[in-house]
């Protein structure tokens, strides 16, 4: 029976959970049986399950060295006659299926027809001795809302879930670039959570499961952390990718709004512009963010689609002069919890102590005001859209759902409404283009979250990343290389909320909960300097870890 067959047998009056019952069951049976975890590990793992690919036994010695490498070494051990792609595809999907079965990371698994795919490219390697692309081999996870003919696509509810019939322009421009397929990834509800819960479950955070791995690219964010993938693509409308990466220790980048393509996006509100998602890579290094966007960006992705700006990426080389880096400590708003307080002084520490480059205190411009503008532009009709199409496909609304079209920043607008609230978010781009000035950096330094990874159903604070989504400014997240430590992590005086949301902030705080969590930093810079970002991000790594 078909994908949209079982959904349609079940019946429009059955319950929510006997719907998600099915899809669960439809991916549990993909998973080949060879592949299957032993019961005494899934009924009693441990908080951090990184290290059970290793230690399951599923995998061959060849099979875990070739999923502890990064995108960019896959690349070159291909192009070297080093590894074949049916290799590389094939320890990548079969420890992406022991991942999902610990995690909750995957909305569908091909790894038959990414094997298939692969012989292809190892044929015409062997025959002509070079690659068709940059990507050549390169086994890629796909967020579930990029279409990928053949395979299950959902724009976050049940009533547009499909079996898609086409790629979509990023699938296809990674296809020809010789990208390799296989897995389809999670995502929440809606795909406007920063956590990542489906019909599909819970995605868990691989380093302490008792917190998110984020949203809404969670399950992408989940695999690439167990090593099931070495490179996904996820997509960012207020964190979407930096959050999720920064919760479970990768890297990921938001490049600039319209410059990366999202044309055939599985989607909701088309026609909704008052914020433009963008699409980006999320990865083991911070090469392969490079790796990926010079690729994508070289295909010319603006001859297929209008409405993306023909950029190219330009990377400087950071030589001429000292590189002048704002720290932002916070945000006026909430405080960061204390792993986060302490990543960021061991970075002005050692920054100062540099000779590469010039720190400065980043004073936030009214981020709170920024943030009420943004969500109130994310549904712009109320929220009626979303309780449509869960009544519709007789879905049960999450709670993050429900408090994400919630009042007071969400209420519906008549047309004049809607220009007057756009004539506020240009305001309010002009005035923060006026303030970056006025502290004279390049980039910044900030927080990604206000914390590491949250518990889980507790994220409802969004402005360390979307901040930037409503100023469409570029940011990519980095690993520090330090985890939250209870013994060290700890608040040393009582402290004192700057708001509301910042007292909530405080409330989810226990050192003991964030045990293990990595903890990331986020680079950012103004409007189409991306590659600005990735030059300075590979500093600022290089001095942190020195």
């Known amino acids: 029976m078909s994908f949209k067959e079982k959904i349609k047998g079940i019946g429009g009056n059955a319950s929510y959970e006997a719907k998600a019952r099915v899809l669960r069951e439809q991916l549990e049976a993909k998973i080949p049986a060879g592949l299957k975890l032993p019961p005494a590990i899934l009924e009693d793992p441990p908080l951090d399950i990184t290290r059970i690919p290793e230690t399951c036994g599923l995998l061959t010695v060849q099979e875990l060295a070739i999923t502890e490498l990064d995108a960019t070494a ?26 999902h079965q610990l995690t909750a990371c995957l909305m569908d698994f091909f790894l038959d027809e990414g094997i298939k795919q692969a012989q292809q490219l190892d044929e015409y390697f062997q025959k002509e001795g070079k690659v068709i692309g940059p990507l050549h081999g390169l086994p890629i996870s796909v967020k579930s809302h990029y279409p990928l003919k053949g395979t299950v696509g959902c724009g976050g509810f049940l009533v547009n879930m499909e079996i898609s019939t086409e790629d979509c322009d990023m699938t296809s421009i990674l296809r020809s670039l010789g990208a390799v397929f296989y897995v389809k990834t999670n995502q929440p509800q809606s795909v406007m ?9 819970r995605v868990l955070n691989p380093h302490n499961t008792n917190l998110t791995a984020g949203g809404s690219s969670g399950g992408e964010s989940a695999l690439v952390a167990m090593k099931g993938s070495c490179m996904g693509v996820g997509t960012d409308g207020g964190g979407s990718i930096r959050c999720p990466s920064a919760h479970c220790g990768i890297y990921g980048i938001r490049p600039s709004s319209r410059t990366t393509p999202t044309h055939g996006n599985l989607w909701y509100q088309h026609g909704q512009d008052g914020v433009f998602a963008s699409t980006g890579p999320m990865c083991r290094s911070g090469r392969d963010m490079r790796l990926f966007l010079e690729a994508v960006l070289g295909a010319n992705p603006s001859l297929r689609d209008p409405d993306v700006l023909p950029i190219p990426l330009k990377v400087p080389h950071l030589t001429q002069k000292k590189l002048r880096v704002g720290i932002m400590m916070h945000d006026g708003v909430v405080m960061p919890h204390p792993p986060t307080i302490r990543a960021l002084n061991l970075v002005k520490e050692k920054l100062e102590a540099s000779s590469e480059v010039e720190v400065v205190d980043y004073i936030p411009y009214d981020h ?9 532009l994310y549904y712009e009709d109320g929220g009626a859209t979303v309780r449509r199409l869960l009544e519709e496909g007789g879905e049960d609304m999450h709670p993050l759902t429900e408090w994400v079209i919630s009042p007071p920043h969400v209420k519906n607008h008549d047309a004049a409404q809607v220009w007057k609230l756009r004539h506020q978010r240009d305001d309010y781009r002009r005035e923060y283009s006026d303030h970056w000035w006025s502290q004279n950096v390049d980039v910044i330094v900030c927080p990604p979250f206000q914390g590491t990874a949250s518990p889980h159903d507790t994220t409802k604070y969004w402005s360390y990343t979307a901040i930037w989504n409503l100023l469409d400014y570029p940011g990519a997240v980095f690993p520090t290389g330090l985890v939250a430590d209870p013994t060290v992590d700890i608040y040393q005086e009582s402290p004192r909320p700057m708001s509301a949301a910042d007292e909530y902030n405080i409330s989810l705080y226990d050192a003991a909960i964030f045990k293990g969590a990595p903890v ?6 103004r409007r189409f300097n991306d590659g600005l970002v990735l030059a300075a991000q590979d500093v600022i790594e290089r001095i942190l870890q020195s």
């Open 520 to 525: 990331s930093l986020q680079t950012v810079s």
């Open 74 to 99: 896959v690349c070159q051990k291909i192009a070297a006659g080093e590894l074949t792609a049916v290799e590389a595809v094939t320890a990548f999907g079969k420890r992406a299926a022991i991942a």
């Open 193 to 201: 959570h920063l956590e990542s819960k489906s019909s599909y479950g």
């Open 368 to 376: 709170d005001r920024g943030y009420s503008l943004i969500r109130e």
